[in-house]
């Protein structure tokens, strides 16, 4: 019964492939041009920009991806070294420990660090060389998280300028050959042709904008971060100036002491009343 039913679908494939060939030929055809090589022939000579952005918007969100961590900017066990030689007004000990750990968060200390001079603690001083560094040491990383941004504001532009070209073609076509035949054809090619790079222009715009945003928030958390470690360093430097570090607690007894004892001029005890 199988061998029967297998003939038969045979002998009506071969009939059918005899009486309509040109069917058997355009279903070939159709199957064998992809949606790569659509995309292709659509997007035409945009078909550049556009891989260029999505290499480059790709290659950005990995590289902020793992350069834009805290770990990456500020790392407690390398700062608290650092707070104990200032601690004990070891300025040349504090600046070997930031060349020593490249960060950007010990660069911007040493900036600071580098305005102590002749052992004169100016604080004015102090902050400006701070503010500078980190001015400096920050730019950088946030310039390839603005890349993101970039290409999220061309890419649709391009898709524009294709969209516009599409339909200006659309628009000759029908001028020269009107309506019908042929020149539909190529009218619908023309349009389609638009469409892809609209549509290419935000595939590529959406996820870097997406991105851009998550990386600049989650930066501005790291540099809210790096400042925190600059004024604890400056209050550092103040409280070991006046040597809060090494008397504060003995003070703090002392005072305790004082406020428990009686005033003078008073008997520690009061005698009885006399009966």
Request: hydrophobic residues 45%; charged residues 20%; aromatic residues 8%.
């Amino acid at each position: 019964m199988k061998l029967v039913q297998s003939r038969t679908l045979l002998l009506l494939a071969l009939l059918f492939s005899v009486l309509f060939p040109e069917m058997l030929v355009s279903v070939a055809q159709a199957q064998t041009k992809s949606f790569g090589s659509q995309l292709v022939d659509a997007l035409g000579i945009f078909i550049t920009p556009f891989a260029i952005l999505v290499v480059g918007g790709f290659t950005l969100i990995i590289y902020n991806g793992i350069a834009i961590r805290r770990k990456a900017f500020v790392k407690d066990d390398v700062v608290q070294p650092i707070m104990q030689e200032l601690q004990n007004l070891n300025i040349e000990g504090a600046k070997a420990l930031c060349d020593q750990y490249k960060l950007p968060v010990t660069g911007v200390l040493k900036g600071g660090l580098e305005r102590i001079q002749d052992d004169e603690l100016d604080i004015e001083s102090i902050e400006k060389g701070l503010e500078e560094t980190s001015a400096l040491e920050l730019a950088k990383p946030f310039t390839w998280i603005n890349m993101l941004n970039t290409i999220g504001s061309i890419a649709p532009m391009i898709g524009l300028l294709g969209t516009v070209t599409g339909m200006i073609g659309a628009f000759n076509v029908l001028t020269e050959s009107g309506m019908g035949g042929e020149s539909s054809k190529q009218m619908a090619g023309n349009i389609g042709s638009a469409l892809w790079t609209t549509a290419s222009g935000l595939v590529v715009a959406i996820p870097t904008l997406i991105a851009y945003f998550i990386y600049k928030t989650k930066f501005g958390t790291i540099v809210a971060e790096v400042n925190r470690v600059a004024g604890e360093m400056v209050f550092t430097l103040v409280r070991a100036a006046r040597g809060g570090f090494e008397e504060g607690e003995d003070q703090e007894e002392y005072y305790e002491e004082e406020a428990v004892a009686a005033p003078e001029g008073l008997p520690e005890e009061i005698p009885p009343p006399a009966q």
